[in-house]
T-cell receptor
């Protein structure tokens, strides 16, 4: 069945360091993946996405890597800042006959230490 | 461009009552999806509406229902509330068409059932 999970529930990094958040998915038919950031009291905020025909995609200070062979997704955040502290979710969006349905992982809480 | 808005932001109801939540999507978006977020279950997909039609549905009981209006605004209704329905209810909007997968979330409605 469909499921998206995360390897670690919490991650602490020093301000200025790079952080890597990992995610495993089980639906090999999924062709679209998204990373969201959720701060306390807010809805998930879109960070970056990637289609299954890509291995890597870069944004501003963020990079998403997709390894379809082992069904693994990662989010790299460069030079972390205090504002990066949040819960990060990966999600897959299996596009089934036009319908949209995000399947979320459990989330990783990222804490930036000063 | 205004983001996704949800009303009300907070709601307290008692068991057995019903509740209606509202979501206004980003202008031009025709797809609205609803999600339930709880500490135990994480983010779970409820249903998606596109052009006033339910296009996809998650694994929730029939007490959870929704609809979409011609202006793409959507409402979800929960009847016969149970304590376990206490959660953050999030809606997300997107263009909902092939090639345009990004979903943008609103701030959510925090429902507490007592």
């Amino acid at each position: 069945g469909e499921s998206v999970g995360l390897h670690l529930p919490t991650l602490s990094v020093q301000e200025g360091d790079n952080s890597i958040i990992n995610c495993a998915y089980s639906n090999s038919a999924s062709d679209y993946f998204i990373w969201y950031k959720q701060e306390s009291g807010k809805g998930p905020q879109f960070i970056i996405d990637i289609r299954s025909n890509m291995d890597k995609r870069q944004g501003q200070r963020v990079t998403v890597l997709l390894n379809k062979t082992v069904k693994h997704l990662s989010l790299q955040i460069a030079a972390t800042q205090p504002g990066d502290s949040a819960v990060y979710f990966c999600a897959e969006n299996p596009w089934v006959e036009g319908a949209q349905k995000l399947v979320f992982g459990q989330g990783t809480r990222l804490t930036i230490n000063p | 461009k205004a983001g996704v808005t949800q009303t009300p932001r907070y709601l307290i109801k008692t068991r057995g009552q019903q509740v209606t939540l509202s979501c206004s999507p980003i202008s031009g978006h025709r797809s609205v999806s609803w999600y339930q977020q709880t500490p135990g279950q994480g983010l779970q997909f409820l249903f998606e509406y596109f052009s006033e039609t339910q296009r996809n549905k998650g694994n929730f009981p029939g007490r959870f229902s929704g609809r979409q209006f011609s202006n793409s605004r959507s409402e979800m209704n929960v009847s016969t509330l149970e304590l376990g329905d206490s959660a953050l209810y999030l809606c997300a909007s997107s263009h909902g068409q092939a090639g345009s997968y990004e979903q943008y979330f609103g701030p959510g409605t925090r429902l507490t059932v007592t």
